[in-house]
């Protein structure tokens, strides 16, 4: 026989569960409805989406599934959530996108040759997209930048080195491969820190990859894709090497230069 209670403990039980599927599917909705309003152009990026209460009022669901909705944008990047502002629509997915590979990073679901390899390919495709896209302007950034590579110290070579490639990606006009490559680059600032300095710090390495950088960015002003596909492999030819000298790739798995 059942003791006293137990059945309103399983009621309860039952209630708690019912209870947290509501609020689950109410989220959703919240979630649906404002991309129904980023997809008809009543709501666009850096504004401020309606208050808590107004949309528990407008969509008929509680607080609790509005704050839920709130936070899964917010982790997404959708939004940013500022206190005593309120919310606004960002569109900023990098730190989403760094987080999700850093977590593959740590589960070993992806390495240090798939990064350099998938690195490889988007910077190839970014380059080649650049060749097309990039502006006089960009071009004499770019320049400015090789220049002050040839003189600076080895910290700001790193910096300089980084910024070289962001502007590129910015050239390649196209916002996939920029976020992608940022975020790589940010997993590489993580857990191989020192991998740029070490390639910095010996003086053929550091030739090297001037000379390819030189030919990266001549690719760019002569409109030569032959030259920025063999640029781009002697550029990661060198990283592949040093990731190998460093036990963090096994020789058999450099890319094909």
Known sequence: MMKQGENTMDEKAINEINEKSINEKSYKKVIEYIKKQIREGQL??????????ELSLILGVSRNSVR???????????????????????GKFENNLVESLSMMFLLNQIDNKQISQLRRALEMQALILAIDNISDREIAQLEQIMSQLEHETEENNVILDKQLHYNIAIASKNVLIVNILQALSEIIDKFIAELRRDILSTQDSRTRLQEAHNDIVRSLITKDKV??????????GIIDEKLQKNGLIESDNFMKK
């Open 44 to 53: 666009k990026e850096g504004e401020k989406l309606p208050a808590e209460r």
């Open 68 to 90: 839920e909705a709130i936070r899964t944008l917010d982790i997404m990047g959708v939004i940013s959530s500022q206190q005593g502002a309120g919310n606004y629509l960002t």
């Open 227 to 236: 030259l920025a596909y063999e640029s781009i492999n002697k550029h990661f």
